[in-house]
Each structure stands twice: as structure tokens, then as C-alpha cells.
Nanobody
Framework: QLVESGGGSVQAGGSLRLSCVASGYTLSTRCMAWFRQAPGKEREGVALFESEGHVTYYSNSVQGRFTISEDTAENTVLYLEMNALKPEDTAMYYC????????????????WGQGTQVTVSS
């Protein structure tokens, strides 16, 4: 189970931190990811975190503004620190997980959260 939190409404230039708590399963080698979907648009990958080597990947649209990280001290918690937010970042943000290496293709992911809404006003 993946449960997201931290969404909300902010003005352009503001910041938010999304969290995703993973429970109920253990993926020793995994890819954790944040995707987003705006109304009328396809779901797109935002950031990926590969557990093997802690490698991160970002889409061009968020590179330099967003940071993905993972905390496994107790449960597995995935974070997305979002800075310098823009109105075009407005979307429902989803946490996703899969075994193995990372892919940008959403169809490769086996586990999904319900999403948390991020709204950025100009």
C-alpha cells in the first residue's frame, strides 16, 4: 500500500514536500517514483529513485527544482521536495513502486497510491 500526503495550494515560486509511506510489502531492489497527471493530459513521470545505488532521475520539466529522496529508517517513505513551483506543475501527484530498475513508463509500475493534489496559482 502506498499513501501520499503533503499536497496543497501554493502560489508560484512556493514550495511543497510530498510524502509517500509504503507498507505491507518489501521490495528489496526497487524503483520508487513520482508521477503526475493534469486534467486532460497523460500521466507523466516526474522523478525516479532507484534503491540500488540510490540513483535519481528527473524529467526535464522539474530538473533543478524538485528533489526525490527515500527514508528507510522505519517504514519506506518516499519524498518529493518541490521548489520554485510553477502553475504548470498543477496536477494530481502519484507515488508508484516496482521491483528492479527504473523506467519512465507508468505501465511498468505495479503499486500505486491514490494521489495528492498540487495546485499552483500565478
Amino acid at each position: 500500500q502506498l499513501v501520499e500526503s503533503g499536497g496543497g495550494s501554493v502560489q508560484a515560486g512556493g514550495s511543497l514536500r510530498l510524502s509517500c509511506v509504503a507498507s505491507g510489502y518489501t521490495l528489496s531492489t526497487r524503483c520508487m517514483a513520482w508521477f503526475r497527471q493534469a486534467p486532460g493530459k497523460e500521466r507523466e513521470g516526474v522523478a525516479l529513485f532507484e534503491s540500488e545505488g540510490h540513483v535519481t532521475y528527473y524529467s526535464n520539466s522539474v530538473q533543478g527544482r524538485f528533489t526525490i529522496s527515500e527514508d528507510t529508517a522505519e517504514n519506506t517513505v518516499l519524498y518529493l521536495e518541490m521548489n520554485a513551483l510553477k502553475p504548470e506543475d498543477t496536477a494530481m501527484y502519484y507515488c508508484a513502486a516496482k521491483t528492479g530498475v527504473c523506467w519512465w513508463n507508468a505501465e511498468r509500475f505495479d503499486y500505486w497510491g491514490q494521489g495528492t493534489q498540487v495546485t499552483v496559482s500565478s
